[in-house]
């Protein structure tokens, strides 16, 4: 009989980045700050984990990141300015962000990749699950990926990561499964992991994408984790070890998400972003899909 495991509660966010990609955009811009449509990016992520019922936030953050902070804060200038004005509407959207969840910060002091910044987590943690959220990765709310790793969890207990089928040639740019079937459709059981290998020797094409549930015995294993690939910290390698080793906090599963995913740390699918959400808006869409058309016909 499968066992029921702790309730999550907590959500990790990682975003200590520099952003480098979007440079000069991100010289004194946290790339999460970087608006999609109206709402910054970090937002939306933030959104997707209280939907799941992750209210108790976390927040990974370095150098020049005091706008995140200043985000989800509240803003009594300029909320005082909206109501003087009467301007209801931008004033409960303002004060959405600050009303969202309960947010916390800590600092990753130096960048030493993923697997570091979940293990700075590890105080406010402590020896719960949790999940773990990427600020590049956007997955659409129609499409619950967050709440269905976390019923996976409860389910088998261990770790959850979120894996996407890509192309074979672009296999090299993930981390990667290697998996066995289960008999639900969607879900995998996770045999081994590899840092962004080479498409030859890829065990599959099932990709690593931004969304992971953890178990607190990852902490235990980031300890002891060499740097691996790029000489930084990888959290692949520390779900790698657990894989293969279910007595140290395995097992590790895989949900397969063929829904609505954003991937906003490269610029072209930032903007591709940006045009699918604005034109699914009831407030923008209409109009910009009439200019999109026409531009598209006439100018291209």
């Known amino acids: ?35 999609v449509v109206d709402k910054p990016a970090i937002q939306y992520v933030v959104e997707e984990a209280v939907s799941a019922g992750l209210d108790d936030v976390l927040m990974v953050t370095g150098r020049n990141k005091r706008p995140l902070e200043d985000h989800f804060d509240r803003n009594y200038e300029l909320e005082s300015a909206l109501q ?47 999940a773990v959220l990427l600020g590049d990765d956007l997955i659409d709310p129609r499409d619950p990926l967050l709440q269905r790793m ?13 894996l996407m089928e890509v192309d074979p040639e672009q296999i090299h740019l993930y981390g990667c499964a290697e998996v066995e079937t289960t008999p639900d459709s969607d879900v995998v059981k996770v045999s081994g992991l590899v840092e962004k290998p080479d498409p030859t020797d890829a065990p599959s094409n099932y990709a690593i994408i931004g969304r992971y549930v953890l178990d607190p015995s990852v902490f235990d294993v980031l300890r002891e984790t060499e740097p691996g690939r790029g000489g930084e910290i990888q ?3 520390a779900l790698q070890l657990l894989a ?31 045009v699918r959400l604005a034109c699914e808006r009831e407030d923008l869409g209409p109009d910009f899909r009439s200019w999109l058309r026409s531009y598209v016909t006439e100018e291209m």
Do not use: N
Request: aromatic fraction near 6%; charged fraction near 25%; include cysteine.
């Open 150 to 162: 976390i019923d996976v969890q409860e389910l088998y207990g261990g770790s959850v990561v979120a």
């Open 84 to 130: 003087k004005k009467g301007d209801a509407g931008r004033l409960a959207k303002v004060q959405e962000s600050s009303d969202l969840a309960t947010m916390h910060y800590v600092r990753q002091g130096d960048p030493k990749g993923l697997g570091h910044a979940v293990l700075c987590a590890a105080p406010h943690v402590g020896q719960e699950p949790f």
């Open 244 to 274: 293969q080793d279910e007595k140290a906090g395995g097992p590790v599963h895989g949900v397969v998400f063929k829904g609505r995913r954003y991937d906003t740390g490269d610029r072209g699918d930032y903007l591709r972003a940006i």
């Open 235 to 237: 959290l692949t390698d």
């Open 1 to 35: 009989m499968t066992q029921s495991h702790p309730r999550i509660s907590k959500a990790v966010i990682p975003a200590a980045g520099l952003g480098t990609r979007f440079l000069p955009a991100t010289k004194a811009t946290p790339k999460e700050m970087l608006p």
